[in-house]
């Protein structure tokens, strides 16, 4: 059963700093691509950034570029999502998901919400100002 499991979420003040984890366990395919979305109230849920498995690159989405990054620990199977320069436009519920690619497939853009197979409960992200 696959199971993936965020955490790290909680309330940061304008311009502060969160690391979200994502432990992801139970898949039996070698390659994949972890991909971060978030949504926010009233809002469809949108990418964020995604990272692959096969070489380890990994895609954001202009409105994070240059404040996320996202970086793995495959020993741990867990995906992390740093968080700097945080804004109160970034709250939202954070989720990581889990789509199986092929063994030479790579990460040029971000893949739709529709991709991606397995997901997280999501962790609550609050941006004070």
């Known amino acids: 059963e696959v199971q993936i499991v965020e955490s790290g979420g909680g309330l940061v003040q304008d311009g502060g700093s969160l690391r979200l984890s994502c432990a992801a366990s139970?898949?039996?395919?070698?390659?994949?691509?972890i991909g971060w979305f978030r949504q926010a109230p009233g809002k469809v849920r949108e990418g964020v950034a995604c990272i692959s498995s096969n070489d380890g690159n990994t895609v954001y989405s202009d409105s994070v570029k240059d404040r996320f990054t996202s970086s793995s620990d495959n020993a741990k199977s867990t995906v992390y999502l740093q968080m700097n320069s945080l804004k109160t436009r970034d709250t939202a519920v954070y989720y990581c998901?889990?789509?199986?690619?092929?063994?030479?497939?790579?990460?040029?853009?971000?893949?739709?919400?529709?991709?991606?197979?397995?997901w997280g409960q999501g962790t609550q992200v609050t941006v004070s100002s």
């Open positions: 998901a889990v789509d199986k690619i092929g063994p030479r497939s790579s990460i040029v853009a971000m893949p739709p919400v529709s991709r991606f197979t397995y």
């Open positions: 139970g898949f039996t395919f070698d390659y994949y691509a």
